[in-house]
């Protein structure tokens, strides 16, 4: 059950755990993904920057099956997930999303939201369901309250309660949908050190993020996207020194100020 | 990368086809099964021990044309007084609702009077206050009120259904979120004008599914006025029936009182389906 992480002395070339290829979304006339693609390795932290509107979420939700693509296909754990045979339930279930906007069930408090996919979903029995629940809920400090309901918490609790929902399953890839975005600057912090912890322990991240400093320190690799189409792929220390495109230097400049 | 015209690859084209394909299984597995199971049930009743008496007494075709015509003139005032009642009652649940809702010691009043009217209203059966008001008022022999026994049985119903949508639209009312009063009030609206503009609004629109339930519940209970001897579509079925010993006209008012609701439903889905499309944007 230890699929989350991946030994650093074992630096041999892995089998990619996530590959999309040209994948296309358009909702009528308007093109939202064109021709992406992308390979993710198990380990890897993939960061999608770009301003709003140019597909970085669309991806996400397409890659957790939340929209159906119009062209290419996405493979994950080797298996064509775009395929129309495809139980999405169980793809998702080796899959972890977290929102923008948190998304926590606000009539169930933080353990019943922990416990409810892996109990209703996985099959776990209560117990085991509950332990592993407190377990990360002690572990990114919010073990006082897990039996609070989400409303009674500040935004960055209840982002962190979130992430530990999508961890609660042990999923094999975890995706972040701009978590930080809603967030008060000062709240920012707390919830991007779990997910810095979460990078450190090997977890397989694919992220939309605005926070630049925080992809430069965790991305293996940096993703520009405009337009619904990558324009650059890079490790972040080539993506933030020397971007090639000069869409990407723009970009960069602009929230870099 | 290019920006030539996209032309679905041959990997989107085969997942087009499995589509195809299972949309097709599923219509043939839903064509099926309805069948089957529609089949079976008029199997069994076809079957059944009575079935002959039965068809003769409850599907007779000439007992069906005969009381047609009298059926057909009573469902117009079945419609009429759904109509007319439906007006009455929407403003007045409201108001009812709203009564509930208001916070000044000056109207404490109107709060009790919500309160009880509701709880009372709701705790009688329909068919009494029709019975006790429509001959009830009339016997009173009040100066400069009508006698008309349509028109009391008509308040009845306004009475009782009020009650009922009054708690709907209460409930409506109670499920838009405090921020939104608060936003409009930190706009500087009242709370007339916040009701108004804001609360009542949003509320009307999630409450259209219950209020349809009571509109249809109303349709058929107009039914209820044919136990004051109002010459409705049950009278004048019931009327036939004691006649001709034939209760085939009972089917035909049935089937009238399903045309009448089938449009109402199908209105509502569609009002229902606008709005969903114009405010949640394709939100999931």
């Known amino acids: 059950m230890t699929s989350l992480t991946k030994d650093p002395s074992q630096e041999v070339e892995l089998a990619p755990l996530l590959e999309v290829r040209s994948l296309r979304k358009a909702y009528g006339d308007r093109v939202v993904l064109d021709d992406v693609s992308l390979t993710v390795a198990p380990g890897d932290v993939v960061c999608?920057?770009?301003?709003?509107?140019?597909?970085?979420?669309?991806?996400?939700?397409?890659?957790?099956?939340?929209?159906?693509?119009?062209?290419?296909?996405?493979?994950?754990?080797?298996?064509?997930?775009?395929?129309?045979?495809?139980?999405?339930?169980?793809?998702?279930?080796?899959?972890?999303m977290v929102f923008q906007a948190y998304n926590l069930f606000p009539h169930l408090t933080v353990l019943e939201n922990c416990v409810l996919a892996p109990r209703r979903a996985h099959g776990l029995r209560s117990k085991a369901a509950r332990e592993r629940a407190l377990e990360l809920l002690e572990r990114f400090g919010l073990a006082e309250h897990a039996h609070k309901h989400p409303d009674r918490l500040s935004g960055g609790q209840q982002q962190r309660a979130a992430v530990v929902r999508a961890l609660c399953t042990e999923p094999t890839l975890l995706m972040l949908d701009e978590i930080t975005a809603a967030l008060d600057p000062e709240l920012v912090g707390e919830v991007l050190d779990i997910v810095r912890d979460l990078a450190a322990r090997g977890t397989t991240m694919v992220m939309a993020t605005h926070e630049m400093a925080f992809a430069r320190d965790v991305a293996t690799t940096v993703c520009f996207l405009e337009g619904g189409r990558i324009l650059e792929q890079a490790p972040p220390d080539v993506m933030f020194t020397d971007p090639a495109h000069p869409r990407t230097r723009a970009f960069l400049r602009r929230v870099l100020g | 990368m290019s920006d030539t015209i996209w032309t679905p690859s041959d990997v989107e084209l085969a997942r087009r086809a499995v589509r195809r394909r299972q949309r097709t299984v599923s219509l043939v597995i839903a064509t099926v099964m309805t069948a089957l199971v529609l089949g079976l049930l008029g199997l069994v009743l076809v079957l059944s021990p009575g079935w002959e008496r039965f068809s003769e007494t409850f599907l007779s075709w000439g007992d069906a044309r005969a009381s047609f015509a009298a059926i057909r003139d009573g469902i117009w005032l079945n419609i009429r007084l759904f109509l007319l009642c439906e007006l009455a009652i929407l403003p007045l649940a409201l108001l009812i609702a709203i009564g509930r809702g208001t916070r000044s010691p000056w109207l404490a009043p109107l709060r009790v009077v919500a309160v009880v009217y509701t709880d009372v209203v709701r705790g009688i059966p329909t068919i009494l206050l029709v019975v006790m008001l429509g001959f009830g008022v009339p016997a009173l022999q009040l100066q400069g009120l009508t006698n008309d026994r349509i028109f009391w049985a008509g308040v009845a119903l306004v009475i009782s259904y009020s009650a009922y949508v009054a708690e709907v639209f209460r409930a409506g009312i109670d499920s838009v979120h405090p921020s939104q009063v608060a936003s409009a009030q930190a706009l500087g609206l009242g709370h007339v004008r916040t009701l108004r503009h804001v609360v009542v609004p949003q509320a009307v629109r999630r409450i259209v599914p219950p209020l349809l339930n009571d509109f249809v519940s109303l349709q058929k209970d107009t039914a209820l006025v044919s136990a004051v001897g109002v010459f409705d579509a049950v009278f004048a079925a019931r009327d036939y029936t004691n006649y001709n010993f034939n209760y085939t006209p009972y089917l035909v008012v049935a089937g009238f009182f399903v045309l009448m609701t089938v449009p109402l439903a199908r209105l509502t889905d569609w009002l229902q389906a606008r709005v969903v499309a114009r405010e949640r944007a394709g939100a999931r």
């Open chain 1, 48 to 96: 999608l920057i770009g301003s709003s509107g140019s597909g970085k979420s669309t991806l996400l939700r397409c890659l957790d099956l939340l929209e159906t693509v119009d062209d290419g296909q996405i493979l994950f754990e080797g298996d064509d997930i775009t395929d129309p045979r495809v139980d999405a339930k169980r793809v998702r279930r080796r899959m972890g």
